[in-house]
């Protein structure tokens, strides 16, 4: 669906009008149920700008957005360290609320935007994009079929590294390269395998090493700190009773079914006859300009504000993306921070 096709629409403010959302998020409103009513900015030369290219009015105080305009929603994409005020003084407007990530910088914010959240009854959408992205909700839809049972282990490697004094980092509320993106593997990690029961950090002098997540239902996570090439690469593999599923660099989903005829000693063909066995593919097509192709859906960020606009319009509160599950990646976030090779149960 297009922006047009829609009969009805959330009314949205946005707050930051920075690099990702000038990039990301104002194009994907093209393929939602939303109008774009006003933007809030700090910087006035970039909001005048912003807001000639989008005619829409602009604010550079965001409570002054909100007592002018007649908002459903807002979506943010400002720091870490100023969400939880903002969208506490959002919600208090009673507006509902997308934040990017991450939502906050430790769980004292998400523990306020929590609180605020459930006292003024409005939705918070966190924007998890790797929740939300389409290979992500097909390894969950092979996982449901009950045709792949049994999974045993997850393993992410992410291109990113851990401060070299991470209790130090926590305290002194460094915006580390670990708190601006370990929850996009640990998002995926999450929303494939459920709940996190511990957690345990093992880096070198640079940061790069692994993070052990023991989930509550049995199953082994690897979070594999890597440093690679660029540009950064990220993948996926999720490991079963005969069974494995590989998502790489989020646009190519492989589901390894195995040959079910397969003898070491004897097997003569890769290519064994039937169509039980072997592997599955699904990818973007990119020999056509088709939605399914385009960045802003294989990565998530249209399908996550959509799911915003949702809660929106149905005002529900959301299953995906939610204060509770940025909470436990927040969790996660910090027990890696102060493990330094021992296991960290999480309350």
């Not at 910087?43 to 305009?69: D, F, Q, W």
């Amino acid at each position: 669906m297009y922006q047009r096709e829609y009969d009805k629409k959330a009314r949205i403010g946005i707050v930051g009008a920075g690099s990702h959302t000038y990039r990301n998020l104002l194009p994907a409103l093209h393929f939602l149920p939303a109008e774009l009513v006003a933007i809030c900015n700090r910087s006035e030369e970039r909001l005048n700008r912003t807001i000639a290219e989008y005619h829409c009015n602009g604010y550079t105080s965001p409570v002054e957005m909100y007592e002018k305009e007649q908002l459903d929603g807002v979506i943010m994409a400002v720091s870490p360290f100023l969400h939880p005020k903002l969208a506490c003084e959002a919600l208090s407007h009673g507006l509902h609320v997308f934040i990017e990530k991450p939502a906050a910088a430790n769980m004292d914010g998400i523990r306020e935007m929590k609180a605020a959240s459930e006292k003024y009854k409005k939705h918070v959408v966190v924007g998890y994009k790797k929740a939300f992205m389409p290979a992500t909700c097909k390894v969950e839809e092979i996982l449901a079929s009950g045709l792949y049972p049994d999974m045993s282990s997850i393993l992410a490697v992410y291109p990113i590294y851990m401060p070299k004094d991470g209790a130090a980092s926590l305290r002194s509320g460094e915006f580390s390269e670990w708190l601006k993106n370990c929850s996009h593997p640990l998002s995926f990690m999450l929303q494939v395998a459920g709940s996190v029961k511990s957690v345990r950090a093992l880096a070198n002098e640079r940061g790069f090493g692994m993070v052990q997540l023991c989930f509550q239902n049995g199953v082994i996570g690897n979070l594999h700190l890597a440093a690679g090439e660029k540009p950064a690469r990220d993948e996926y593999k999720v490991y079963g009773d005969g069974w494995s599923v590989e998502v790489d660099c989020s646009s190519r989903v492989t589901l390894h079914r195995g040959i079910p005829s397969y003898e070491y000693d004897y097997a003569s063909s890769f290519a064994s006859p039937g169509f039980e066995g072997g592997d599955l593919v699904w990818e973007p097509v990119t020999c056509q300009a088709s939605p399914e192709n385009k960045a802003l859906f294989v990565q998530g960020m249209v399908q996550e504000l959509e799911y915003f606009c949702d809660c929106i319009l149905k005002n529900q509160p959301p299953a995906r993306g939610s204060l509770a599950f940025a909470e436990e990646i927040t969790k996660i976030f910090e027990a890696a921070l102060l493990s330094d090779g021992k296991e960290i149960f999480l309350v």
